[in-house]
């Protein structure tokens, strides 16, 4: 049982560059959210998405884009990136909103 | 802006001893929650109590909650090298969806 499988686990872009980040989980969870985590600022909600079909931004939307692609499966976009997106990304998930989440490993971006 | 804040920043104790960390909020709660980090991984969830709740047990672990003064604190007995990590409190908030989470207490614990 793999739980929640982020991919990739390290990225280096440039400036101005996308990509996105996958996010997975096994679990038939209703909610996915994806954080950020920077050094002394805890964990940032950027979107999270209740249940399928459905996606509100957090704390920090902007300048990112998700799509809940299925109950499964929620991705984050970066569609042109920028040296304050430099982070580590979790991705979570939990049967109803708000409640115990389930992190994956996590992603470390580098945004140069 | 953080809901939780969680203090102190860092504890630093003897195998054996206990440890307790704090947390104060801001708003009304439907749920606090703790987690906890390993350095370079993902966050792991230790325990969650309701607005309607003032204590929780789980294992070692003791957790309370004082919603006249919007704080929580959670206790770990008899710490072990083991329980070495970050350690953070998360609020669900009535007045929004989003949970937040606090910037974290890191615990080390000697051997």
């Known amino acids: 049982n793999a739980g929640v499988t982020q991919t990739p686990k390290f990225q280096v872009l440039k400036t101005g560059q996308s990509m996105t980040l996958q996010c997975a989980q096994d679990m038939n969870h209703n909610s996915m959210y994806w954080y950020r985590q920077d050094p002394g600022m805890g964990l940032r909600l950027i979107y999270y998405?209740?249940?399928?079909?459905?996606?509100d931004k957090g704390e920090v939307p902007n300048g990112y884009n998700v799509s809940r692609l299925n109950k499964r499966e929620f991705s984050l976009r970066l569609e042109s990136a920028a040296p304050s997106q430099t982070s580590v990304y979790f991705c979570?998930?939990?049967?109803?909103?708000?409640?115990?989440?389930?992190f994956g490993s996590g992603t470390q971006l580098s945004v140069l | 802006s953080q809901q939780g804040e969680e203090d102190p920043q860092a504890l630093s104790i003897q195998e054996g001893e206990n440890a307790t960390m704090n947390c104060s909020y801001k708003?009304?709660?439907?749920?606090l929650q703790w987690y906890r980090q390993n350095s370079g991984r993902g966050l792991v969830h230790l325990i969650l109590i309701r607005s309607n709740e003032r204590e929780k047990h789980s294992g070692r672990l003791r957790v309370t909650l004082d919603t006249s003064k919007k704080s929580s604190s959670l206790l770990i007995t008899a710490s072990r090298a083991a329980d070495t990590a970050s350690y953070f409190c998360?609020?669900?908030?009535?007045?929004?969806?989003?949970?937040?989470f606090g910037a974290g207490t890191r615990l080390t614990v000697k051997p």
């Open positions: 708003t009304s709660i439907n749920n």
């Open positions: 998360a609020t669900d908030a009535r007045n929004n969806n989003d949970m937040r």
């Open positions: 998405s209740a249940s399928e079909g459905t996606t």
């Open positions: 979570a998930s939990s049967e109803t909103v708000n409640e115990k989440l389930f």
